[in-house]
């Protein structure tokens, strides 16, 4: 079977049978959140009515809920290329990171330091603050070109040293689509035997996550962005996993992946988010395995996003009195782009937008340094992204709106 068409993958969504005043809605709120396929929200109510118990208990249904959540696991271990014992899962990514940096801060000292940047999401920068601040460590702060829209590299190089303890980095910035080679990063931190952190939460519905191609110690993602439930995963080393003094109860597993997981989890969460992974696969055809479908899948969908992306760039950038943000098309970066309208606030440019069945959200996104260094931090930005299910007519009515607007 080939890899899926946009017009197959949409006959999925029954969120895109709504309409606005007479419009068919066309959702680019994807960044924010993407919408959910009849496989997911099924899988997930198949659990609930059939299978629905705790763990490890000696009746049936407890059993099969074990069964479930260790397939996830393996279904994750194939999306990061990991093992499945490296595989844990939380309420989100920002409750990970906040979970995960007090047991990591217990092994360090006063005066240890922690990167964090001004590219990233909140998610990946106030957990770490927060510990430094407990722990008197240090925190090294990256800055954004404002002219790139990128890291500065020579900022970047000096602020990894022979006291970073860890290292926080963002794979791709959901304000302004830029992707980051973290790669390299998690390279330099491993010279000066740092750990690092990866937040993977943009990146995840547009880039196949690799950590072994990354080389980081852990990242983290939320399956609510790439067609999921509000669930969040986390690849950890499970060496890593197994020395950490993590918050727990005495009477929870010691050993990881369940180590790291406190209390009872989000059991219809995991399965729905397993359920998006298998969906993304489907649409890379049945051949093969599923690392191999999900290669497949990507590679269609990054195509199709860059040609989206293309297309909407070029749409706004033709209008007069919009200001793009981000880094052009045909560089490494999502199918994600921040603007604004002169004369129009954000609010006024999303109310406007929704009015013509266009879904766009405004703000800053938790990227709040980022609205800062850009000259936004007042009224932030009206942020579009292209998911599986856009197509290029939803591209040029968002565009058709915008001039619209920008008009009067």
Known sequence: MSVRTTESIRSDYPALERREQSHPVAYFDGPGGTQVPRSVAQAMTDYLFHHNA????????????????????????????????DVSFGNNMTTITFHLARGLSRRWGQGDEIVVTELDHHGNVAPWRTIAKERDLVVRTV?????????????????????????????????????????????????????????????????????????????????????????GALFGKRELVDSIDIPRLDPAPTDAPERIETGTQNHEGIVGSAAAVEYIASIGGENGNLRE??????????????????????????????????????????????????????????RHLATRGVYASNGDFYAQTVAEVLGQAADGFVRVGAA????????????????????T
């Open 293 to 350: 479908r999900l290669v497949r899948a990507y590679g269609a969908l990054h195509q199709r996003g860059n040609e989206l992306l293309t297309r909407l760039w070029e749409g706004l950038a033709s209008i007069d009195g919009v200001t793009l943000f981000g880094p052009p098309p045909g560089t490494p970066r999502t199918p994600t782009l921040s603007f604004t309208v002169r004369g129009h606030s954000t609010t006024d440019v999303a």
């Open 388 to 407: 599986c299910y856009t197509t290029a007519d939803e591209v040029d009515r968002l565009v058709s709106a915008t001039k619209e607007l920008a008009r």
């Open 54 to 85: 705790n763990t490890h208990w000696a009746y049936p249904t407890s059993a099969e809920t074990d069964r479930l959540l260790d397939q996830a696991r393996e279904t994750f271990a194939a999306f990061f290329n990991a093992a499945p014992a």
């Open 143 to 231: 800055r954004l070109d404002p002219r790139t829209f990128r890291h500065d590299p020579d900022d970047l190089a000096r602020a990894i040293g022979p006291r970073t303890r860890l290292v926080a980095i963002g794979a791709a910035s959901n304000a302004l689509g830029t992707i980051t080679d973290v790669a390299a990063v998690c390279a330099r931190a491993r010279d000066v035997g740092a750990v690092t952190f990866v937040d993977a939460v943009h990146a995840a519905p547009h880039v196949l996550t690799d950590v072994k191609q990354i080389g980081c110690d852990f990242l983290a993602c939320s399956a609510y962005k790439f067609y999921g439930p509000h669930a």
